[in-house]
Structure formats: structure tokens, C-alpha cells
């Protein structure tokens, strides 16, 4: 054997001992539940006397313990790998994309017009004049337009039908009452 010493290692970087996070946005209520359901968990204190100690009935306490192991359940599952998707990037992006496909679109609308300028091609009138609408909407015999009757409001046909409905258990005077508040509302 060599007396030779053994090359000593370089130190690393020590690791500070794994410590639990405080909460900090945590209640003191919701720290005196959390401390109940954990020890009921432990097996220190029993379901009862948790919710006696957190002032809660029991039923009470059941559903909170159900909602600390549904949180400690999802705080367990693992994040998704990869890049976090931003949605304010991809919002900026789409917003990029639609300026483009517009600005691309008007180009390609500028083109179709100079093309039919330079062919001698009669574009169709897309905005039609006021006195056009008239007369389309005039009919092809001349005649005006029918009016449509006034819509009815539903409240007014709901009263109608409970009207109708009560007419023989309600006195004459109350059911004239409530027609002429209906019509004065139409009005």
C-alpha cells in the first residue's frame, strides 16, 4: 500500500435542509383547520374532536377535510413539461396574424380592382341608393308595403292567458282592474 495521501475532495455546494414553506397568505382560521385535519389524519385527535376545536360541527368538518385532500391532491399532480403556454403572447400573435391577413386581403382587392380597370370590366354596384331600396321595397306591382302588427309583449300575453284561465274565480271588478293597468301599460 501507498502512503501517499488520498487527493481530498473539493467541497461542493452544501444543500440547505429541505424546511417545509411558511404560508404566508394563509388565515389564522386556516391555519387552526389545517393543524386539525392534519392531526386528525395522524391519527392524534379524532374527527369529533377536531371540529370541537375548530368550532365546526362535524358534518362541517368532513367537508373541509374532503376539500384539504382534494387541494393536497392537486398540488401533487405533476406540472406539464415544457413552455407554459402565455395567453397574452399568443392573443398579441393571433392580433399580428389577423393585420397581416387583412392587410394581405386588401392588397389582393386592390389588384382585382386594377385588373378590371385595365380590362375595361364593369364592376358590380355593391351599395345600392336610397331611392333603389325604395322601390325594391315598394313590391313590383306599386303598391305600398304592408304594415306588420305591433309585436305584443309577452308579460301582456302571460296576463291574457292567466286571465282566461281565472276568469270564472275572479270578481268582474278585479279582472276589469288588471285589463285596464295591461292596456295603459301597452300604451
Given at each position: 500500500m501507498s502512503d501517499a495521501p488520498k487527493p481530498r475532495r473539493r467541497a461542493g455546494p452544501r444543500r440547505k435542509p429541505c424546511v417545509p414553506p411558511q404560508p404566508t397568505a394563509a388565515s389564522s382560521q386556516a391555519r387552526r383547520q389545517a393543524v386539525?385535519?392534519?392531526?386528525?389524519?395522524?391519527?392524534?385527535?379524532?374527527?369529533?374532536e377536531a371540529a370541537q376545536a375548530i368550532q365546526t360541527s362535524l358534518a362541517r368538518y368532513y367537508v373541509l377535510e374532503r376539500r384539504a385532500l382534494a387541494g393536497l391532491l392537486a398540488a401533487c399532480e405533476p406540472s406539464p413539461r415544457g413552455p407554459r403556454i402565455d395567453l397574452g403572447r399568443e392573443m398579441a400573435a393571433l392580433e399580428r396574424e389577423n393585420q397581416r391577413l387583412r392587410r394581405e386581403c386588401d392588397r389582393q382587392q386592390a389588384l382585382v380592382r386594377a385588373a378590371e380597370r385595365v380590362l375595361g370590366v364593369a364592376r358590380p354596384s355593391v351599395v345600392k341608393s336610397p331611392a333603389k331600396r325604395k322601390e325594391e321595397a315598394a313590391g313590383?306591382?306599386?303598391?305600398?308595403?304592408?304594415?306588420l302588427p305591433r309585436p305584443t309583449v309577452r308579460a301582456l300575453k302571460a296576463v291574457r292567458s292567466l286571465q282566461s284561465e281565472t276568469a270564472a274565480s275572479v270578481p268582474e271588478e278585479i279582472a276589469d282592474a288588471v285589463e285596464a293597468t295591461a292596456v295603459t301599460a301597452v300604451e
Open positions: 386539525a385535519i392534519l392531526e386528525v389524519l395522524a391519527g392524534v385527535l379524532r374527527p369529533a313590383s306591382q306599386g303598391k305600398p308595403r304592408r304594415r
